[in-house]
Every structure is written in C-alpha cells, then in structure tokens.
C-alpha cells in the first residue's frame, strides 16, 4: 500500500490484469510522477478519504506507475496532464480518464463508471487513434515542410505576451530553436517571457510551464530533461546574438543542474513543485527544498550532455564541459550495453527505449563533435543497435512490442523520430556514413503526408526535415578539439551546423562544406567567419 494513501495499490504488469479479467473488474490506472504537486495532492485528499478507498477497493483493481520509469505507459495512458486517473478494461483499452480531481469528483466518476462497465462490459473500452492506426502518414520531403511551419510560427505567435497560443504556455524550446534561425525576433521574445516568468531567480533552473496566456500561475515543478532543452535554447539564442541574458540564462541553468540536481555521478531526474517556490529568499533559507528524485535516466542525460556540451563550445565555460562528460561516461558504463540504453539502472529500467537511445546517441554525437572523435564510434553502436532493433518498415517503434494490456501494440512518436533523425544526420556528415542519414530521411518522410497539419509544438520536425532536403553547414576542421579553429567552428553563428574535429586536411586548417560542396581551406578563425558569409 502507498503509504500517502488508502488504497492498496498494485504495481505495473500482467498480474492486475488477469486479476481483473477473473473478478470481472475494471482496472483503476493512477499516473503520477515524484514531482507531481498535483498528484500528491490528490493522494492527500482522495484516495485518503476512506469511503473513496473502499469504493475502489469493492468495484476496481487499483494500479499505480511512476510515469518518469514507465514512459511506454505513460504515451498510452496519459490524458494530458498528470496525475492522470484512467479506467481500464482488463485487456487494457481505456473506459475513461481525466486529469486531477477532487474527492467528489473521483466519487461521482467512479460511480458513473462502474454503471457503464456493468452495462457494457469490454465493450465499454477504446482503443486511441495512434495505437488502433498505427500506419503514419507517409508523403515527399520538401521545402514546403519548412515553409508551412514558417507560417504556422507566425500565425500562431502571441503579440502581447510572446510564446505561442492563447491559453496555458509552454517554453516550446524546439520551437524556439526553429525561429532562432528563420524568425529570431519572434523567437527571441519568447526567450525574454520564458526568462521573466519561469526562471527561479533564488534557486535556478526553469518551470514546466504557466497556466495563464499572460504567463501567470506557474507550475513550479523541475525536470531535468525540460531545463536541459530550455537551456541549450537560451545558448543557442547567445550563438546568434552576442547577448549575456541569453548567456547568463543558460550559465544559471547549468549551475542548477549541476548542484541541486547533480547525484554525483551524473544528473537526477527532477525535483518537486510546491508553495516553497512562492517564498521569500529568506523564508526558503529555514524551509525544506522540495524532494529530488535521484533516479538518474538515460534520455534526460543524453539531453543534458548536449546543452552543456554546446554551452561549453559556445563560451568555453569548463564546469559546463567537465560536467557534461562525467555525465556521459556514466551514462555510457552504467546504462549502455553493446548500444542498447537502459532507461534507468540497468537491473531495472527498461532497455532500448526509442528516447532514451535517440537522446543518447546525440549527446554521444555532439561529445564526438566537441570533445573527442572517439565517442563517435560509440554512436555507432547505439545507432546501429537502434536501427536494427527499433526501425519497423521505414519508421521507428518506441519500444518492444510487448508487455500487458496496450504495451504490445506499437507506437510510432512523431517528436522522438525526430530526435533520433536529428542525431542520424549528424552522424553521417561526421563520419560520411551516408546510410544514417537515407534512415533519418525515410523516418521523417513517414509523417510528410501530414506536414499540413502540424502545429508550432512540434516545429522540431521541420528543423529536421529541413537538414535532410538540404545537408546543414559542416565545418571540416583538420585539428584536434580545442584549437583555435575547432572553437571558431563552434562559435559560427549557425546552431544547426556539424562540426567535424580531427578532419582530412593540412593540419591548421578548415574546410566549410555547402551543400557536400568542400571550399578551398582557411587558416585562420577570422578567415573561417568571412568563407562561412560567403557561402550563405
């Protein structure tokens, strides 16, 4: 039993369904997180009210999972927010579900349930679209993918507040990153909002996300792998402008991450939200911080390794790049076998994740780029591990197809094929193995059919989408990492680029590459800067 609640909750697997299935019962799912506020907050009020419990208990199988160690679940079950409370047939497809709710309202809807299950029966459960249909959409790669999403950028920006829509507002770094180089006042204007209301000036680090349109009412909780994306977004913003706040943002996150949420060894998975947040300086010095998990996990590493390693490149911070790679190689000892990735420790979290291969094959891509070529042949291996095992007639599975209830029908993530093109391109410019970059292509090509549809959330894979119909610059530099010219490369202003260290060539020189097309070599970092004007 929890010990926050009165039910008696049984943990994820067959078990509960086939007890389920026996008693004729529909299984109770609870979705929650360690740095959920809300989700302790529904275990202090409803389900530790007694007659709630007892209604469960009689009419339901109870089943609780940590959304951050079962992400497979979490894609199926969750219903927009956490906690997420779904009812369950006992094959698994879904009856009803909702976000938090008070006491009366889980009572009333536990009571209007378990009317339709004795109605209906299984036949009262769905399947969603995306695992009754699992087929992408499938279409051509072509500059409209960039261009529909130029729009929808513009369209869908709020002039008032800066960010994207009109009700609660997420950082939405990836699209930040997209405008940063195709509509960089729109999306330096979101960078300000996201600074001005979501950053703990006290204790660093950024907010999930604000209710309000105008930013207001945060969410207070910190994840590791958001502050990760946002951070590398405020560095990326310092690449094109110069601009310290960009900088200093990104510096403050960094210091965040590397003492609240450093475990020793590599980078914890988050830490609570809570009223302790809406203190004063002085009150927090006598109060208790929120709770950090120390879980640490593969992806949100591989996202955190990259940021810092692309601040270290950008400003030559050595806290940012001595931290990023203890992270990796712990990551790569502890979690990484022969290129499988355990999700978390690896006697216990699941392997070959789709994200957690994709986010550390980047931060393995990117260490290749700034710190040593030899994590290359690493990424390799997680690369090849990832397309033999995860690749299913052109597109990418998130996990093994196996498991109770929905786990065993595929799932195809749009954002997370993303990130795994993203990274398969860079591999293959650094390494000139050109058939990572034909899988990158054919991944995104399966979603092109609905290139129309897509909205400014997922404005990622237009970045991808259009590195594949055009190469990105690559900068070939025949020195070492570290020298006047690999940092050079680095600071070119271009976040998108692959920098290549170690290259073919006359040692003390470079070669900007436009389109697979090598310019004749330059010696110097200015001379590098006017060739890379020239050829844009």
Same mark, same amino acid.
């Given at each position: 039993?929890?010990?926050?609640?009165?039910?008696?909750?049984?943990?994820?697997?067959?078990?509960?369904?086939?007890?389920? /299935?026996?008693?004729?019962?529909?299984?109770?799912?609870?979705?929650?997180?360690?740095?959920?506020?809300?989700?302790?907050?529904?275990?202090?009020?409803?389900?530790?009210?007694?007659?709630?419990?007892?209604?469960?208990?009689?009419?339901?199988?109870?089943?609780?999972?940590?959304?951050? *160690?079962?992400? /497979?679940?979490?894609?199926?079950?969750?219903?927009?927010?956490?906690?997420?409370?779904?009812?369950?047939?006992? +094959?698994?497809?879904?009856?009803?579900?909702?976000?938090?709710?008070?006491?009366?309202? @889980?009572?009333?809807?536990?009571?209007? %349930?378990?009317?339709?299950?004795?109605? *209906?029966?299984?036949?009262?459960?769905?399947?969603?679209?995306?695992?009754?249909?699992?087929?992408?959409?499938?279409?051509?790669?072509?500059?409209?993918?960039?261009?529909?999403?130029?729009?929808?950028?513009?369209?869908?920006?709020?002039?008032?507040?800066?960010?994207?829509?009109? #009700? =609660?507002?997420?950082?939405?770094?990836?699209?930040?990153?997209?405008?940063?180089?195709?509509?960089?006042?729109?999306?330096?204007?979101?960078?300000?909002?996201?600074?001005?209301?979501?950053?703990?000036?006290?204790?660093?680090?950024?907010? *999930?996300?604000?209710?309000?349109?105008?930013? +207001?009412?945060?969410?207070?909780?910190?994840?590791?792998?958001?502050?990760?994306?946002?951070?590398?977004?405020?560095?990326?913003?310092?690449?094109?402008?110069?601009?310290?706040?960009?900088?200093?943002?990104?510096? &403050?996150?960094?210091?965040? @991450?590397?003492?609240?949420?450093?475990?020793?060894? =590599?980078?914890?998975?988050?830490?609570?939200?809570?009223?302790?947040?809406?203190?004063?300086?002085?009150?927090?010095?006598?109060?208790?911080?929120?709770?950090?998990?120390?879980?640490? $996990?593969?992806?949100?590493?591989?996202?955190?390794?990259?940021?810092?390693?692309?601040?270290?490149?950008?400003?030559?911070?050595?806290?940012?790049?001595?931290?990023?790679?203890?992270?990796?190689?712990?990551?790569?000892?502890?979690?990484?076998?022969?290129?499988? %990735?355990?999700?978390?420790?690896?006697?216990?979290?699941?392997?070959?994740?789709?994200?957690?291969?994709?986010?550390?094959?980047?931060?393995?891509?990117?260490?290749?780029?700034?710190?040593?070529?030899?994590?290359?042949?690493? =990424?390799?291996?997680?690369?090849?591990?990832?397309?033999?095992?995860?690749?299913?007639?052109?597109? $990418?599975?998130?996990?093994?197809?196996?498991?109770?209830?929905?786990?065993?029908?595929?799932?195809?993530?749009?954002?997370?094929?993303?990130?795994?093109?993203?990274?398969?391109?860079? @591999?293959?410019?650094?390494?000139?193995?050109?058939?990572?970059?034909?899988?990158?292509?054919?991944?995104?090509?399966?979603?092109?059919?609905?290139?129309?549809?897509?909205?400014?959330?997922?404005? &990622?894979?237009?970045?991808?989408? +259009?590195?594949?119909?055009?190469?990105?610059?690559?900068?070939?530099?025949?020195?070492?990492?570290?020298?006047?010219?690999?940092?050079?490369?680095?600071?070119?202003? #271009?976040?998108?680029?692959?920098?290549?260290?170690?290259?073919?060539?006359?040692?003390?020189?470079?070669?900007?590459?436009?389109?697979?097309?090598?310019?004749?070599?330059?010696?110097?970092?200015?001379?590098?800067?006017?060739?890379? *004007?020239? +050829?844009?």
């Amino acid at each position: 039993m929890d010990d926050e609640t009165l039910v008696e909750w049984h943990e994820w697997g067959p078990a509960p369904f086939e007890e389920a /299935r026996a008693a004729d019962r529909p299984v109770l799912l609870s979705l929650t997180a360690p740095w959920c506020h809300w989700c302790a907050r529904m275990d202090e009020e409803a389900y530790s009210n007694p007659s709630v419990a007892a209604n469960i208990h009689d009419d339901f199988v109870p089943v609780r999972v940590d959304i951050d *160690r079962h992400p /497979r679940v979490r894609e199926r079950y969750q219903m927009g927010g956490f906690p997420s409370t779904v009812v369950l047939t006992p +094959s698994g497809d879904i009856v009803s579900g909702a976000t938090y709710m008070t006491t009366e309202n @889980l009572r009333t809807v536990l009571e209007r %349930v378990r009317e339709v299950w004795d109605e *209906r029966g299984e036949d009262a459960g769905r399947v969603p679209r995306a695992l009754r249909d699992p087929e992408p959409p499938r279409g051509h790669l072509d500059g409209e993918v960039e261009g529909h999403m130029l729009e929808q950028v513009r369209s869908a920006f709020d002039e008032e507040y800066g960010g994207w829509g009109v #009700d =609660a507002k997420f950082p939405l770094p990836r699209t930040v990153e997209f405008a940063l180089k195709r509509d960089r006042d729109r999306a330096l204007r979101t960078l300000e909002a996201v600074h001005t209301h979501l950053y703990d000036t006290y204790g660093g680090g950024f907010y *999930r996300y604000a209710t309000g349109r105008d930013w +207001s009412d945060p969410h207070r909780e910190k994840l590791l792998d958001e502050n990760a994306a946002v951070a590398r977004a405020f560095a990326n913003a310092y690449l094109y402008t110069g601009e310290t706040t960009y900088r200093d943002a990104a510096l &403050g996150t960094r210091d965040y @991450l590397t003492t609240t949420l450093w475990s020793g060894d =590599a980078f914890a998975g988050s830490q609570a939200g809570g009223d302790y947040y809406t203190l004063e300086a002085s009150e927090r010095e006598a109060a208790d911080p929120p709770h950090v998990d120390g879980t640490v $996990f593969a992806d949100r590493n591989g996202l955190a390794v990259d940021a810092l390693l692309r601040l270290h490149a950008y400003t030559d911070d050595e806290a940012a790049g001595r931290y990023a790679r203890r992270a990796l190689d712990h990551v790569r000892e502890t979690l990484v076998d022969d290129g499988a %990735v355990a999700h978390y420790a690896r006697s216990e979290g699941e392997r070959g994740l789709l994200a957690d291969q994709a986010r550390v094959l980047g931060a393995l891509v990117t260490a290749g780029q700034v710190l040593d070529p030899d994590y290359f042949e690493a =990424a390799r291996s997680v690369a090849d591990w990832t397309v033999d095992r995860r690749l299913d007639d052109g597109t $990418f599975t998130d996990g093994p197809q196996t498991g109770p209830a929905l786990l065993s029908r595929p799932l195809r993530p749009l954002e997370t094929t993303v990130e795994l093109a993203d990274a398969l391109v860079d @591999l293959s410019l650094a390494t000139g193995e050109e058939r990572y970059r034909t899988v990158a292509e054919d991944a995104l090509s399966a979603f092109a059919g609905a290139r129309h549809r897509m909205g400014v959330e997922v404005a &990622g894979y237009a970045t991808a989408a +259009s590195r594949v119909v055009r190469d990105p610059l690559v900068v070939r530099v025949a020195d070492a990492p570290g020298s006047d010219l690999h940092r050079a490369a680095w600071r070119v202003a #271009d976040h998108e680029k692959v920098v290549v260290p170690g290259a073919d060539g006359e040692p003390g020189t470079a070669r900007v590459v436009v389109d697979g097309e090598a310019a004749d070599p330059v010696e110097t970092p200015a001379e590098l800067d006017r060739r890379v *004007r020239q +050829s844009s």
